[in-house]
């Protein structure tokens, strides 16, 4: 497994590439920035379940009469979804409601909220839909949109939202004033089985990130190989 096919695929992953990880820190300096070590691999919090969130766990920035999240596969057929919430829901018209669930896919342009196989290939990827208050159903499929919908990033739903296309490894978090500490592992597995190579290859990030969705930190914190293939399991 060479490195820089690895290195490809962790920043595929992330949606940022390597030489942009000192960049980003500008926006910090140096000793703020030192203030929020990295965490632990069982500090800080894991993010919220999106299965039983309803519209009183978000405070969007635009008035919704309900929205809802769709995986699609790479095809835009739909897999699987979460709803927020289904009270919301039934009070829709009947005209609403056919709406919402006509919606169609719409691919993501870049890496956001795309989800992917372990050999790197693009799986599928999500969709927000909602219904505004003119009862006009709105597609939404880029970071930028989420954090112009979400406004301030200030509960464990909207964190999970935002971090939804994170799907490679365990997310840790702890929030600190308006600041977000970030541990983020991202898994990279061999392509080539019998030939001696790793299983896998673990790559622990950090990410520091504030309430408006800004990253002003995106550095590795750590790499490490495994050859069991258990092993690399335990990191998902």
Not at 25 to 35: E, I, P
Not at 176 to 196: A, E, K, P, Q, W
Request: with cysteine.
């Amino acid at each position: 497994m060479k490195i820089v096919k690895i290195m490809l695929l962790a920043v595929l992953i992330l949606g940022v590439q390597v030489e942009n990880a000192h960049c980003r820190s500008h926006t910090m300096g140096k000793k703020q920035w030192q203030q929020y070590k990295p965490l632990k691999t069982n500090e800080g919090r894991k993010p919220a379940s999106l299965k039983s969130a309803k519209l009183s766990d978000v405070h969007l920035a635009k008035a919704v009469k309900y929205f809802d999240i769709k995986q699609y596969n790479i095809y835009g057929e739909y897999i699987a979804g979460w709803s927020f919430d289904m009270a919301a829901y039934n009070k829709l018209s009947t005209n609403d409601k056919k709406k919402i669930r006509s919606a169609r896919a719409k691919k993501p342009k870049h890496s956001f909220w795309k989800y992917s196989f372990n050999d790197g290939a693009v799986a599928g990827f999500y969709n927000l839909h909602y219904i505004d208050s003119h009862s006009k159903v709105q597609t939404i499929n880029s970071r930028k949109d989420l954090l112009s919908f979400l406004g301030t990033v200030d509960t464990p739903a909207e964190l999970s939202m935002l971090l939804l296309g994170d799907v490679y490894g365990k997310i840790r978090y702890r929030k600190m004033g308006t600041i977000y500490n970030l541990r983020s592992n991202v898994l990279s597995f061999s392509d080539c089985d019998g030939c001696g190579e790793p299983a896998c290859t673990l790559f622990v990030r950090q990410r520091i990130m504030n309430n408006r969705g800004a990253i002003l930190l995106d550095r590795q914190v750590s790499e490490k190989s495994f050859k069991s293939e258990k092993k690399c399991r335990s990191f998902k």
